[in-house]
């Protein structure tokens, strides 16, 4: 039975391998020592100093050497997640980077596909075509209307599922549940997940560890998404699984792959501990009316910093992260709220080599002492706590935000938790809650943030997010472009800033509590756009040579740790 499954997995899976593939080439490469070999190559070679090289090392010092034994296994689960996403973004790896020029190799990994993510997913191999929609996840030729339109009349099939892919067979369209799509995979992180847990000195860990693998096995996430909400005490953290829907841009529906390998700053998160607390005030206060602020937001959060130790999957594609706010589940957030991890090395690195440099080219000279690191970390930290506010759920009860939005969901929830957690930083410093940085340096490092994101393209959810914000911000008169003999800088104008920063938080709530579909996407695109003077000064800034992101240099040489042994599969 289990060889019947595989294989029909196998045909529905349209030529992606199913069994464990072949590490393909790290992503931590960099532009030196490239040889350039054709015209092709050295436009790829300039694509690739788009991003610099962050070695992704951590103190382990305060580990046991029980817990220091756990991080081969969990980097070795973590690995399998980049054999799945590779399959889920664009298909059979080997067949893509076999033949290829090291350039063209180096940049098809950090892309996962030969799709430029910081270009709107423009080829940059010559004869591949336009990206589809819903990458790997569907048919390519499939269409949004056709996909619901079967989803209608077969409920059964589970189309719209977060964890099925969508397969032709016999003309008709099927869900492929990713537990036995990816068994093989998914069943060896299983397998060293358990190991892991084995070894855990840290109950909660350990049990959240063995449901996390059983998840991978059963594609029922919310048990371990539970447990992983009653961790407190343990030193390191795993995120693993499929997680966000930033890959689908045919629906949303659909999860991607991914893992993170986190060491806890004890220190740092102690002093970010009891903002979560203040939730329910927040939410009481946002500027909507009371039917678009009537959840209420769990209060059993954790807010912690992190050092990254090892990234996969979709989260290693294209631009990096510097936070995470989970679980995406709509109903354990709302029992039991959401943990918001500050990922402390690649937000310093991000902040050292690439906001700071970009302030000096972008922002007024007499504005730009006021973009600290504090409060890009303030920034970003109160971003990842504002996506608890609001609504899940649409007004009228029909379903979720995210259900009604679809595609559209991600780009504006980024909106949302990056306009609202200004707004929670305008209320705290009122209310003396906040004292890192000034509310003006909030203001203007936050604006020099979204030319840094913006430069992540249009079919990032967090640029699409930015560039709708800088819009608004311009059309209100918070942000002022000004003529300078090197170029234009961007002003920042504070006495602007609050009713700027009020006016979009209450249109974005709204636009989400009435699940609108329609409306979403007639404001992503009025907004959602660049503009010459824009596009002048992101010239400036990548002639300036800033990198645009980081790839990481990471895995257990840089850890002095020896690889896991290989272990069979896990199954149920």
């Keep these: 039975m289990k060889h019947a499954v595989c294989l ?57 050497d029980s817990t220091r034994a756990m991080l081969p296994h969990l980097v070795a689960a973590a690995r399998a997640m980049d054999d799945v996403f590779w399959m889920q973004a664009y298909g059979d790896r080997d067949s893509l980077l076999t033949g290829l020029s090291e350039a063209a190799r180096r940049y098809a990994a950090i ?47 589970d189309l719209t599922g977060l964890y099925t892919l969508v397969r032709r067979v016999n003309g008709q369209l099927v869900g492929v549940p990713y537990r036995e799509a990816f068994a093989d995979e998914f069943g060896r992180a299983a397998a060293h997940l358990r190991a892991a847990a084995d070894l855990a000195q840290d109950s909660s860990l350990a049990r959240y560890l063995r449901l996390r693998a059983d998840a991978l096995l059963t594609d029922d996430y919310q048990p371990s998404d539970l447990a992983w909400m009653d961790m407190r005490t343990n030193p390191l953290d795993v995120i693993i699984g499929p997680i966000e829907t930033y890959e689908d841009g045919l629906a949303g529906y659909k999860a991607g792959a991914e893992a993170y390998v986190l060491v806890k700053d004890q220190a740092w998160s102690e002093r970010l501990a009891g903002y979560a607390e203040l939730l329910p005030a927040l939410q009481r206060g946002l500027p909507v009316p009371d039917a678009y602020k009537t959840e209420s937001p769990g209060t059993d959060a954790d807010l912690g910093a992190y050092d990254v130790v090892f990234v996969a999957g979709e989260a290693n594609a294209g631009s990096k992260t510097i936070a995470i706010n989970l679980p995406n589940d709509e109903a354990v957030q709302l029992q039991k709220g959401s943990r918001r991890l500050q990922l402390k090395n690649v937000m310093r690195v991000k902040f050292d080599r690439i906001l700071r440099p970009m302030a000096e080219v972008l ?23 504002a996506h608890g506010l609001g609504v899940k759920t649409t007004i009228d009860g029909a379903g979720t935000v995210r259900e009604a939005l679809q595609d559209r969901a991600s780009a504006l929830e980024e909106g949302k ?51 709708v914000r800088l819009n608004v911000f311009e059309e209100m008169g918070a942000v002022v472009p000004e003529s300078t003999p090197e170029g234009t800088v961007w002003r920042v104008v504070p006495e602007r800033m609050g009713a700027a920063v009020e006016a979009l938080a209450r249109q974005i709530l709204t636009l989400q509590g009435d699940g609108d579909y329609g409306a979403v996407d007639r404001f992503v695109r009025e907004y959602g756009r660049t503009t010459p003077t824009l596009t002048a000064s992101l010239d400036r800034v990548a002639e300036a040579g800033i990198p645009v ?24």
Aim: hydrophobic residues 40%.
């Design 111 to 157: 892309n996962v596909g030969p799709w430029d993510r910081l270009d709107g997913n423009v080829p940059f191999l010559a004869g591949v075509g336009e990206k589809p929609a819903g990458a790997n996840l569907y048919p390519a030729d499939l269409s949004k209307d056709d996909l619901l339109a079967a989803a209608d009349l077969y409920p059964e099939r």
């Design 363 to 385: 922002i007024p000279e007499d504005q730009r002492e006021l973009v600290t690191f504090e409060a890009f970390f303030g920034n970003t930290m109160f971003h990842e706590v």
């Design 417 to 467: 938790a990056d306009v609202l957690g200004l707004y929670m930083v305008q209320q705290l410093i009122e209310r003396g809650e906040w004292d890192e940085a000034t509310l003006e340096e909030h203001y203007v490092t936050f604006v020099a943030s979204i030319f840094r994101s913006i430069r992540f393209g249009a079919a990032s959810a967090h640029g699409r997010a930015n560039l």
């Design 8 to 64: 029909a997995a196998a045909v529905l899976l349209a030529g992606c391998e199913l069994s464990a593939q072949p590490e393909g080439p790290s992503p931590t490469a960099t532009t030196d020592g490239i040889e350039v070999a054709s015209a092709q190559d050295s436009t790829l070679r300039d694509l690739l100093g788009q991003y610099t090289t962050v070695r992704l090392d951590a103190d382990l010092s305060g580990l046991s």
């Design 549 to 572: 992101d980081v790839v990481f240099e990471q895995g257990e040489a840089v850890l002095g740790l020896e690889p896991a042994d290989p272990l069979p599969p896990a199954t149920r």
